[in-house]
């Protein structure tokens, strides 16, 4: 079974699919470290990139300055669409090799892509996960975590579908608004299901 899990930038789908996974003995595969693998000197995307923006946001060594990339596209739209543009065949194509890997070797697939219903991947799969967390919350963790500003972790945020509208779309909903006690006993509930759903199919 493939298995997506999606939700908003500072959800938790990170921790939520990592756990998942593990329930399920699972392969993972995480979209985003995808993109950053990409982005690595002399990797595809990196040659992708530099065709288009030259040394603009390379350092010293040739490498992509990823602080300077993530500061300029979460305010700037248009070179975040030409970069996603870049990055994302190159992660289908890998999505798909992946998908290949886990049917030869009869394992579920979790795969973590927080742009799922922006890019249309979802009927892919065979089932999505949508990792809710309060906005609010959402914006806290990013801050924390990236070291940005309230306004540039809500231009982050904006730019991705509201996530009301990826619970309505998703199979299932793992809540990580609160404690991780709760969200881990969720993420129990939701491997139990799948498992049974696996084994009536």
Same mark, same amino acid.
């Given at each position: 079974?493939n298995i997506?899990?999606?939700?908003s930038?500072?959800?938790g $789908? ?5 756990e998942?996974? +593990?329930r ?6 995480d ?9 690595e000197?002399?990797a595809?995307? %990196?040659q992708q990139f530099v065709?288009? %923006?030259q040394?603009?946001?390379?350092d010293?060594d040739g490498?992509i300055?990823?602080t300077?990339?993530?500061? $300029?596209i979460?305010a ?9 543009n870049?990055?994302h065949?190159? +992660?289908?194509g890998r999505l ?6 886990s *049917?030869?070797?009869g394992? /579920? ?5 927080p742009?799922?219903f922006?890019?249309?991947w979802? /009927?892919?799969?065979?089932r +999505? @996960? ?5 906005p609010? @919350?959402?914006? *806290?963790?990013v801050?924390?975590?990236?070291? @940005? ?5 809500r231009?982050a945020l904006?730019?991705?579908m ?5 619970v ?5 909903? +793992?809540?990580?608004s609160?404690t991780?006690?709760k969200t881990?006993?969720? @993420? ?6 799948l498992?049974? %759903?696996? /084994?009536?199919?």
């Amino acid at each position: 079974m493939n298995i997506a899990v999606t939700g908003s930038i500072g959800s938790g $789908k990170s921790v939520v699919a990592r756990e998942l996974g +593990v329930r399920l003995a699972a392969l993972y595969c995480d979209a985003d470290q995808l993109c950053r693998e990409l982005l690595e000197k002399d990797a595809p995307g %990196w040659q992708q990139f530099v065709l288009r %923006w030259q040394d603009r946001y390379l350092d010293a060594d040739g490498n992509i300055d990823r602080t300077a990339l993530r500061l $300029k596209i979460f305010a700037d739209d248009g070179m975040r669409r030409q970069l996603e543009n870049i990055l994302h065949p190159l +992660v289908r194509g890998r999505l798909q090799e992946l998908m290949g890997q886990s *049917r030869r070797r009869g394992k /579920h697939l979790v795969a973590e892509i927080p742009l799922l219903f922006e890019t249309g991947w979802q /009927h892919q799969f065979d089932r +999505v @996960v949508t990792v809710y967390a309060e906005p609010e @919350v959402c914006i *806290r963790r990013v801050m924390a975590r990236d070291g @940005v500003s309230s306004r540039q972790a809500r231009q982050a945020l904006d730019a991705q579908m509201n996530i009301e509208k990826k619970v309505n779309k998703a199979d299932y909903v +793992v809540d990580n608004s609160e404690t991780m006690e709760k969200t881990l006993l969720q @993420v129990e509930a939701l491997s139990r299901d799948l498992k049974g %759903w696996r /084994h009536q199919g």
